[in-house]
């Protein structure tokens, strides 16, 4: 097990910011790969960020392009999601999400399945 808690959902204006933030516990390799996704009630569960072990490879789906970075401290074990300009439609509960392993294919990153350990998840609501 690898205990992954996240910290600072709320509430927010459109257009407004929020950092959410997830901290590991656990052997280091458990956190090679960190990423982030969320879900609304009725949906599956997508993608958001990623982000590699070293820090140098990011990933980010298209609707958040732009608006959100993902960042790490891999000596604390802490992965950052900043969210600027938040829009409604960003609602969602937002998930920390650790793979174990690094990845070699691009598509590895999107994939629920490819994440072995998930936090318990922090609300995230922008109201317009």
């Known amino acids: 097990q690898v205990p992954l808690v996240e910290s600072g959902g709320g509430l927010v204006q459109a257009g407004g910011s929020l950092r959410l933030s997830c901290a590991a516990s656990?052997?280091?390799?458990?956190?090679?790969?960190m990423a982030w996704f969320r879900q609304i009630p009725g949906k599956e569960r997508e993608f958001v960020a990623g982000?590699?072990?070293?820090?140098?490879?990011?990933y980010y789906a298209d609707s958040v392009k732009g608006r959100f970075t993902i960042s790490r401290d891999s000596a604390k074990n802490m992965v950052d999601l900043q969210m600027n300009s938040l829009k409604p439609e960003d609602t969602a509960v937002y998930y920390c999400?650790?793979?174990?392993?690094?990845?070699?294919?691009?598509?590895?990153?999107?994939?629920?399945?490819?994440?072995?350990?998930w936090g318990q998840g922090t609300q995230v609501t922008v109201s317009s």
């Open positions: 982000i590699s072990w070293t820090g140098s490879t990011t």
């Open positions: 656990g052997r280091t390799y458990s956190t090679y790969t």
């Open positions: 999400a650790s793979a174990g392993r690094p990845f070699t294919y691009g598509s590895e990153w999107y994939g629920v399945a490819s994440y072995a350990y």
